[in-house]
């Protein structure tokens, strides 16, 4: 049974910063693409960046420059560095395995910017 375990989310101030991470337990990540999506409250579920397995990255336009992505596929776990936060980053941040047939998502970690 693969699981993805979030950690790392909390209250940040604007212009501050959080790490988030993600473990598969249960899984070696290697061969497949990681996301981090989030959800901010009232709105979709969106993409935040996508790490492939051949090292290519996907960032939304949003946070690019701000939020940094990486991964150990030893540890199968995938990292998320988020700087210059934003009041409109609050959300709940789910890390999500792009396997076949539907992948798995982990349970999400909430992220709250506010002063």
């Known amino acids: 049974q693969v699981r993805l375990v979030e950690s790392g989310g909390g209250l940040a101030q604007p212009g501050g910063s959080l790490n988030l991470s993600c473990t598969a337990s249960?899984?070696?990540?290697?061969?497949?693409?990681m996301g981090w999506y989030r959800q901010p409250p009232g709105k979709e579920r969106e993409l935040v960046v996508l790490?492939?397995?051949?090292?290519?990255?996907n960032y939304a336009d949003s946070v690019k420059g701000r939020f940094t992505i990486s991964r150990d596929n030893i540890k199968s776990t995938v990292y998320m560095q988020m700087g210059n936060l934003r009041p409109d980053d609050t959300a709940v941040y789910y890390c999500?395995?792009?396997?076949?047939?539907?992948?798995?998502w982990g349970q999400g970690t909430r992220v709250t910017v506010s002063s």
């Open positions: 249960g899984d070696d990540i290697t061969p497949y693409a």
């Open positions: 999500h395995e792009r396997s076949v047939p539907n992948g798995y």
């Open positions: 790490s492939w397995p051949a090292g290519s990255i």
